[in-house]
């Protein structure tokens, strides 16, 4: 058998005998945790874009002032 054809075979008897598979409900669980983790990062990534924009115009507004 080939080297390509042996890392298939081996690849597929890993697959199913040896890795252990999530239930659905972990899986559910983990989909949700990404789903808030990703929302709470996104909103303070979103806080800290207009922090700077505010905090930006502000500077162009007193330079635009001299």
Known sequence: MSKFGTYIAETKEELFNKVTWPT??????????VMVASTI???VVWG???GFSKLMELAYQMVNGL
């Open 24 to 33: 659905w409900q972990e899986l559910q669980g983990s989909a949700v945790l």
């Open 48 to 50: 800290m874009d207009m």
């Open 41 to 43: 990062i996104g909103l």
